[in-house]
């Protein structure tokens, strides 16, 4: 085993996905223009020092469980270096357990963060990173929009290798995801899909996940037409009400609207700017729930993650 030199510093930045898409179950993913930025020290072995701010401040664990400390632990062992002390400042914006990856993105976020503390020993190949982010989180979809942004296709091979294709998206698609105030744990939402669906239903949602490549990528007046879904949004409906209840006003008015991820988020895709804010008012004037509106963009650089010298961090930056 080698050791991280003492004193490394990284800088990361990564940012939320939303999943599925509608038609592409664990397969298609877009990175969200919203980030948790994070610097990782390596300390003397045994130190363990974390300060989170913003999202999950008072509720995330500051010990080695923290997600993001865990998965720098595996990823250092998994490359051949024995466990290094770790000091983490966190300044987190994507909301937790509402379908917009955050437990992707502090997985990525730990990956990144232990290629970078070795990067002067070892490069750590694309593939080895979706590899390890997948191995922890369990599907590609998120991590693979994650570590290398815009649109991702993720599949697994026969062998059990992830993989991704990322494709930019067309201009003429904005975004807004909108935000209930209730979480959904993708654990209890994975635990309400069947193992089996009908032949029909895999082929309805064959040519739509299909279709919304060409339509996210070249043709966005197909948008409304190729996010519809059998496999997945149905079957967790009764665990959201008022996300179903959202997306079934927001397709009568012609808004391409989906669950984001595992949900409660509600993703629209649009082909006209100017849909974004009428989704928005639809969303405010609902009374169940107070829906907050993320007028945001497709970010096409996915994880970053750069050397800092000792000099410019401080323990509280
Ligand atoms: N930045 C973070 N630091 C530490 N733990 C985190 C962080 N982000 C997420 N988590 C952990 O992951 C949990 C949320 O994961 P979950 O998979 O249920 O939702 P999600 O990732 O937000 O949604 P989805 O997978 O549907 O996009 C949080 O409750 C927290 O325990
Ligand atoms: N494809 C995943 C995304 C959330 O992690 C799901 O829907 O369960």
Known sequence: MSAVTPGRCVKVRVPAT???????????????????????????????DIEVEGVGADEVPTDES???ISTIFYAL???????????????????HG??????????????VAAAGLVEDQQQVSDDTLLKLATTLEGHPDNVAPCLFGGLTIAWVTASGEPRSK????????????LVPEETMSTSVARSLQPSQVPHADAIFNLSRAALLVAALSQSPELLFESTEDRLHQSYRAAAMPKTKELIDDLRAEGLAAVVSGAGPSVLVLC??????????EIAKSRTDTTWTAYLTAV?????????VSKQTVSPSA
């Open 98 to 111: 509402r379908g917009l990856g955050s437990s992707g993105a502090a997985i990525v976020a730990g990956i």
């Open 299 to 307: 970010d096409i650089q996915g994880a970053t993650v750069e050397e």
């Open 66 to 68: 923290h997600l993001v």
């Open 271 to 280: 082909d006209d700017p100017a849909d974004r804010l009428r989704a928005a």
């Open 166 to 177: 990322k494709l930019m998206v067309d201009r003429g698609v904005s975004i807004v995801v």
């Open 18 to 48: 939303s999943a599925n898409l509608g038609p592409g179950f664990d397969t298609l993913g877009l990175a969200l223009a919203e980030y948790d930025e994070l610097t990782v020290e390596a300390l003397a072995p045994g130190e363990l």
């Open 77 to 95: 062992q998994q490359l051949g270096f024995d466990k290094p002390g770790l000091r983490l400042r966190a300044n987190n914006t994507i909301p």
